[in-house]
């Protein structure tokens, strides 16, 4: 009996949990139609669509997406209503749906040190030349820490770059200033020519 019960109870717990990651969106707002990601997700739609001969707008798309996506979501509400005291109580909740979208723009966070007036790059997501603290801010625990997708990083990416700097300045003792921030680059699909425009963002910049 013990084992049954032990059973159904994570069986309970994957189907619950299963469905707050699923890749069903928590909310749809117009203005999420507007970022860059999402325009260029809809213009590769209506160039598929268009090639197989179903003549289509980006705005009709977008006015579908919207439709469908607002179902899924209060869906999505409907069904995690009833646990969400438990969530609260166990702190596992999970507040998006995973995978929901390529990211198309990602973010590289970035720590640079100045020494004899020039930026020298020490750490670079996913950068074999620039691995200092590697194993640290490789950690997914870390991650949750900073977010190179939001408009306006939460005080913990603050915290989290005076930590750096204080780190970095410390283990490098002949730089005279430390750099934290986010490269934003634009992945581009198979076939596509590259864009090799980059764009920093978040910088901080702590002095010895």
Do not use: C
């Given at each position: 009996?013990?084992?049954?019960?032990?059973?159904?109870?994570?069986?309970?717990?994957?189907?619950?949990?299963?469905?707050?990651?699923?890749?069903?969106?928590?909310?749809?707002?117009?203005?999420?139609?507007?970022?860059?990601?999402?325009?260029?997700?809809?213009?590769?739609?209506?160039?598929?669509?268009?090639?197989?001969?179903?003549?289509?707008?980006?705005?009709?798309?977008?006015?579908?997406?919207?439709?469908?996506?607002?179902?899924?979501?209060?869906?999505?509400?409907?069904?995690?209503?009833?646990?969400?005291?438990?969530?609260?109580?166990?702190?596992?909740?999970?507040?998006?749906?995973?995978?929901?979208?390529?990211?198309?723009?990602?973010?590289?966070?970035?720590?640079?040190?100045?020494?004899?007036?020039?930026?020298?790059?020490?750490?670079?997501?996913?950068?074999?030349?620039?691995?200092?603290?590697?194993?640290?801010?490789?950690?997914?625990?870390?991650?949750?820490?900073?977010?190179?997708?939001?408009?306006k990083p939460a005080k913990?990416?603050?915290?989290l770059a005076n930590w750096?700097?204080?780190?970095?300045?410390?283990?490098?003792?002949d730089a005279t200033a430390?750099?934290?921030?986010?490269?934003?680059?634009?992945?581009?699909?198979?076939?596509?020519?590259?864009?090799?425009?980059?764009?920093?963002?978040?910088?901080?910049?702590?002095?010895?």
């Amino acid at each position: 009996m013990r084992e049954h019960v032990r059973a159904a109870l994570i069986a309970f717990a994957l189907l619950v949990h299963g469905i707050a990651a699923s890749p069903l969106p928590k909310s749809v707002r117009r203005a999420q139609f507007d970022t860059p990601i999402a325009k260029e997700e809809i213009g590769r739609w209506v160039h598929l669509l268009t090639s197989v001969g179903i003549v289509t707008t980006h705005a009709e798309i977008a006015e579908a997406s919207i439709t469908y996506g607002t179902a899924l979501a209060d869906l999505r509400t409907t069904l995690l209503g009833p646990f969400r005291p438990w969530f609260r109580i166990s702190g596992t909740g999970q507040a998006w749906g995973l995978f929901t979208f390529p990211d198309t723009f990602p973010h590289q966070l970035t720590v640079e040190i100045e020494r004899g007036g020039t930026w020298e790059r020490i750490f670079a997501g996913l950068d074999d030349d620039a691995t200092w603290m590697r194993t640290t801010l490789a950690y997914r625990r870390v991650r949750g820490v900073y977010d190179g997708n939001t408009r306006k990083p939460a005080k913990s990416y603050d915290n989290l770059a005076n930590w750096l700097a204080a780190r970095a300045l410390a283990d490098f003792p002949d730089a005279t200033a430390a750099r934290i921030g986010f490269v934003r680059f634009h992945t581009k699909a198979p076939g596509e020519p590259p864009d090799t425009e980059q764009t920093v963002k978040f910088q901080r910049v702590v002095p010895r």
